[in-house]
C-alpha cells in the first residue's frame, strides 16, 4: 500500500474502484484499501474510514488527502 500512496497525486478526489479496486476493469485497476464495496461502505458508516465528499447527485468521491492519512494510519 505504501507504493500505492506515492503514485497519489497532491490533491484531487478518489472515486471507489480507484480506492477498492475493480479487477473486471479493462485494463484492471488495483487496490488502494483491499477492502470489498460492501466492506468500506460499513467502514463508512462506523467511522474507520474517511466520509465521502458528493459532488453530483450520482458522483461520491473521497479526498485524496483523507486517503493518504488513512494509508498513513493503516
Not at 488502494?32 to 467502514?43: F, K, Y
Request: hydrophobic letters at 45%.
Amino acid at each position: 500500500m505504501a507504493n500505492s500512496a506515492n503514485a497519489l497525486p497532491e490533491t484531487g478526489f478518489l472515486r471507489l474502484p480507484q480506492i477498492v479496486g475493480n479487477p473486471h476493469a479493462n485494463p484492471p485497476i488495483p487496490a488502494i484499501v483491499p477492502v470489498c464495496r460492501s466492506a468500506w461502505w460499513l467502514g463508512v458508516r462506523e467511522g474507520r474510514y474517511p466520509k465521502p465528499v458528493k459532488l453530483g447527485p450520482r458522483t461520491t468521491a473521497w479526498r485524496i488527502e483523507d486517503i493518504r492519512a488513512l494509508i498513513a494510519s493503516l
